[in-house]
Structures are given as structure tokens and as C-alpha cells.
């Protein structure tokens, strides 16, 4: 086992969590994490709070972020870590990435709207610590807070996941760039929480070939969505693609979050975690 209690993805109010970064780093800290990343959607607004939070508690930092991606007709979550934030390419593909939540939201608004759910958008936008980064969880909280649905789980399953009416299909960015955005600014690419997806074997494998082709270096392997069964089948992958493992809660909010920061079983022993290759970029 690697033991390292290390927590490589979570995400504050700057995209879809519910706490600062700073109170994610003291949470971080009294949970044990030794080894810690905020990973925004699409974002990298809280980086330097976040640096600047686990420096004065004395934990160690590596930068993050988590880029949607569109593949095979699927969104695909690709956690970057350990990147310069200052880089130009990196600064600017997070922000076309984000460019058209806000159009998609009022899309999303609208399809909401034809079932009776009215004033989604404004509801939404209130939830929104960044309006920028206006996402499917903020809906989901509104539409919880207001009563139609008990918790943002029901939200997801009865409105907001593919062929319901609030989804709206969305062109993220394309897997290559998303990759040479982060190692062209010296970080690494990761393949986030891979048993969230709806692939086929042969999509999953496509996924797992491209990604390791355009540069991408690992899967996170341990990750607050994965049953044990499900971080043994992605060690598997690890080891047949030759990928660095990396473990990550992907931690939103106390309330929502079945798995705390730094909550989480160990990386098998046999795995190159990420920290290992990225020791020069620990802050
Ligand atoms: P978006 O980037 O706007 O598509 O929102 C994606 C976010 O919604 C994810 O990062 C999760 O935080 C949340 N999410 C996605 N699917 C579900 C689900 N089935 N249940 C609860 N939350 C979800
Ligand atoms: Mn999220
Ligand atoms: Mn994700
Ligand atoms: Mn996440």
C-alpha cells in the first residue's frame, strides 16, 4: 500500500462546492490529508488561496483542476495536477471551456420550464459562488431548496442526466488539448472517477488508449465514487495501460458528500502513485 494520505481532488465554491477554499484546507488538515489539491471544474480561480491555505496549516499542495472534456459522445472528466497556473495555454483553454455554461444553463432553464420548474435560471445563478462556472449542481440545489426533489441524487436521476428535461448536450473540450494544456504547463493529466461513465468496453478502451497516445499519465484509481471492486478493476487498467495512479474524494459539500477529504482506502502498493512523479511541483 502507498500511505500517503493524500486528497488530489474537491472542489470549493469557485465551481461546484459549498465551501472556500480556505475552509477546505482546514478541513483537509484536521482529516489527516497530508498531500492536498483543489481541483475546480473548469476553473482555477482558487489556486492561489488554496496554496496560500495549506501553506499556513503545513500541509503540502500540488495545483488542480478538473476540464470537461467531450469524447465519444460522452463528457469525460480529465483532473490536471501539478501544472504552472500562470500558463498562458492553461489559463485560456479553461476559459473557453467555461464560455458556454451560461448559454447552456439558460438552455437548461428552459427545458425546466416546458415541466413547470420556473425560474431555474435565477434560482441557479443564486447557488453560484462563481457565476461563471454556473453548473447542473447548482440547478440541483435550487430544485431542492424549493422542495420538488428531496436531495440533489434525486435532482440528477429525474431531471438533469441525459433525456431529461433539463439536460442539455454540451460540446466540452476535446481530450488532446485538454491533456497538452496541462503537461505542456508541466503538469499531469489524469483520468477522473473512470466507472462514472456509461462506456462500452470498447469506448472505455478507446478512452483509455487516446488518452494514453495524447500524453495522459493516470487514472484515479481510489476516488469517493468508487466501490472497492470498482478501484480494483481501474488498478487493473492502470497496470495494463502503464499509468501513475492517483486518489482523490472529488469532496463538494458536507451536506451532499458521502466521502470526506482524505476519507478514502489506500492506493495498491504495486501502483506508481502521481505524487511520486510529481515531486518537483509540490508546493
Ligand atoms: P456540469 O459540469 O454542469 O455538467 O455538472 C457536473 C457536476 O454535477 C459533477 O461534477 C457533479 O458534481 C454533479 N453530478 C453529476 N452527476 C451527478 C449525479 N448523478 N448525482 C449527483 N451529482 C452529480
Ligand atoms: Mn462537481
Ligand atoms: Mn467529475
Ligand atoms: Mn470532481
Same mark, same amino acid.
Given at each position: 500500500m502507498s500511505i500517503l494520505n493524500a486528497d488530489l481532488h474537491c472542489h470549493s465554491v469557485v465551481s461546484d462546492g459549498t465551501l472556500t477554499p480556505e475552509a477546505l484546507a482546514q478541513r483537509a488538515h484536521s482529516n489527516g490529508v497530508q498531500l492536498w489539491s483543489l481541483t475546480d471544474h473548469d476553473e482555477i480561480g482558487g489556486q492561489q488561496r488554496a496554496a496560500t491555505a495549506a501553506k499556513e496549516v503545513g500541509m503540502q499542495y500540488l495545483s488542480g483542476t478538473e476540464i470537461s472534456v467531450s469524447f465519444a459522445g460522452h463528457t469525460v472528466h480529465i483532473v490536471g495536477l501539478?501544472?504552472? *497556473?500562470? +500558463?498562458p495555454r492553461v489559463v485560456a483553454g479553461l476559459q473557453s471551456t467555461r464560455g458556454g455554461r451560461h448559454a447552456r444553463a439558460q438552455d437548461m432553464a428552459a427545458g425546466l420550464a416546458k415541466v413547470g420548474i420556473h425560474g431555474s435560471f435565477e434560482g441557479a445563478l443564486t447557488y453560484a459562488?462563481?457565476? +461563471?462556472? *454556473?453548473?447542473r449542481t447548482h440547478f440541483a440545489r435550487y430544485l431542492v431548496e424549493t422542495g420538488v426533489c428531496k436531495d440533489t441524487y434525486e435532482v440528477f436521476r429525474r431531471f438533469l442526466t441525459e433525456g431529461k428535461p433539463g439536460f442539455v448536450p454540451h460540446r466540452w473540450a476535446n481530450l488532446k488539448d485538454a491533456i497538452a494544456w496541462i503537461r505542456d504547463a508541466g503538469g499531469m493529466a489524469v483520468i477522473a472517477h473512470p466507472a462514472r461513465y456509461d462506456f462500452t468496453p470498447n469506448e472505455e478502451f478507446a478512452l483509455f488508449t487516446e488518452f494514453k497516445a495524447h500524453g495522459g499519465q493516470a487514472v484515479e484509481v481510489v476516488t469517493g465514487s468508487h466501490s472497492a471492486a470498482e478501484a480494483l478493476e481501474y488498478a487493473g487498467m492502470a497496470r495494463e495501460f502503464g499509468l501513475a495512479a492517483s486518489r482523490g474524494? +472529488?469532496?463538494?459539500?458536507p451536506d451532499e458528500s458521502h466521502t470526506d477529504l482524505g476519507a478514502l482506502p489506500w492506493l495498491p502498493g504495486d501502483l506508481t502513485p502521481v505524487w511520486e512523479l510529481l515531486q518537483h511541483r509540490i508546493q
Open positions: 501539478g501544472f504552472d *497556473i500562470h +500558463d459562488g462563481n457565476p +461563471d462556472l *454556473i453548473s474524494s +472529488d469532496f463538494h459539500s
